[in-house]
């Protein structure tokens, strides 16, 4: 059973109603003659092996889906090889939403499906405004993403969960293999708020927003966790995108570079750590923050919490370098606990940063720090770090 409709209203109100896939689809790329697998089908349309999409709608207004789960059943397929630009880029979505208008999706339960639980995308005509909410939702163990936004204007994602895409099934996984992608390839992505959401435990990053032309991005306690043999918790490198309270477990990375603040990327009021997985993996990286050369990056009363890890590395532009040109950390507590930096190893790496209020604490007190105006920094007890604008930081 699927649906793939055109309509000016429509309510999909299902009574917690469950569906499941067949056993035994094929999910790849296979020869077309024997129907056997092939390692790689490229774009050749006569070896695509597609499941199709569970809910596809087109061009419609004023929607709702509500009280479903559907289980894509992703163990039971027989997986052909990849085909498209990488993974298996071909069609199994549990919802594949295009060009509509007026969106409500709730309380849907998507797992297991071959590339996302859920798309959403828009043309620039006839429909560039989405208005399109996700709430009280769960995507998981997608062999892709949890979900793709590829266009539109007005996407509101609230108590929704985003977790162990990539796990789904043995030799299932399709990069991005992110948690949430933000994917510009229709109309351009603006204005979308997450609210309340959890993106755990994804084989690629737990949030993405690397490709095409998105900004405007607002996210309020929200839960990120990356772990190794995984991705960044946080991969983000377009315009005025705003984190706050919320919490960030395992390694960040990026940013949006710019000389004008509004455009910057910020972090307020959050939480960074890095806790070992259930399983005890750890973070993707050396560093909880790996930042480099990223004007205006900015982190105002956060915490960071080291204990498995090497606490950061953010390196601006340099002291010769305007004040516009460099990261920004205001009012924030540093706890080292960690001794992942041996004797004078480096732990933290602090250039072209402006410091104000900043105070940092650490256990294993033999590591240099540095700042790229006043040299190397050592480790000696308490000091303070004057910053450019001559504003004294007691660091203790």
Known sequence: MAFKVTLN?????????????????????????TGDAIAWGGTDGATRGDIGSFITMYN??????????????????????????????????????????????????????????????????????????????????NGRQGMSWIGGTGLRVLRSSFNHQGSGAPGLNSPPGAGFDVEQEMALNRD????????????????VADSGDSAGIYMKNNVLWGVNGGGWSWWVVKPDVVFTDGQIFGS??????????????????????DP?????????????????????????RSTFITTWRKPMWSSGNG??????????????????????????????????TRVKGDRLEWSFGKQHFYAAWGGNVDSGGTFGVTSPDNTTNQWQ
Not at 192 to 207: D, V
Not at 252 to 268: A, E, I, P
Not at 325 to 352: E, K, M, P, T
Request: glycine letters at 10%.
């Open 9 to 33: 209203q429509f309510h999909c109100i299902f009574n917690d109603v469950s569906f499941r896939y067949l056993k035994g689809l094929r999910f790849g790329s296979f020869d077309p003659t």
């Open 319 to 352: 002291p010769e370098y305007p004040l516009l040109q460099h990261q920004i950390l205001y009012s924030n507590i540093f706890v080292n606990i960690s001794d992942a930096a041996g004797q004078w190893d480096y732990g933290y790496i602090i250039r072209g």
């Open 252 to 273: 960040t990375v990026h940013g949006y570079s710019t000389t004008n603040y509004s455009l910057s990327t910020r972090h307020f009021h959050t939480y960074f750590s």
């Open 192 to 207: 979308a708020y997450f609210e309340g959401n959890e993106f755990l435990n994804n084989a690629g990053c737990q949030f």
């Open 60 to 141: 419609s207004l004023n929607i709702e889906i509500s009280n479903l789960e559907i289980d894509g059943n992703s163990p039971t397929m027989i997986l052909g090889g990849g085909w498209g630009d990488v993974g298996r880029q071909l069609g199994h979505d549990a919802i594949d939403l295009v060009g509509n208008m007026n969106v409500l999706v709730s309380n849907i339960h998507a797992h297991h499906f071959g590339k996302d639980g859920m798309q959403v995308g828009t043309y620039a005509n006839p429909y560039p405004v989405l208005n399109h909410t996700v709430q009280d939702c769960r995507f998981e163990s």
């Open 276 to 300: 070992l997985w259930y399983d005890g993996r750890w973070t993707v990286s050396d560093f909880l923050l790996n930042i480099n050369n990223i004007n205006m990056l900015h982190y105002e």
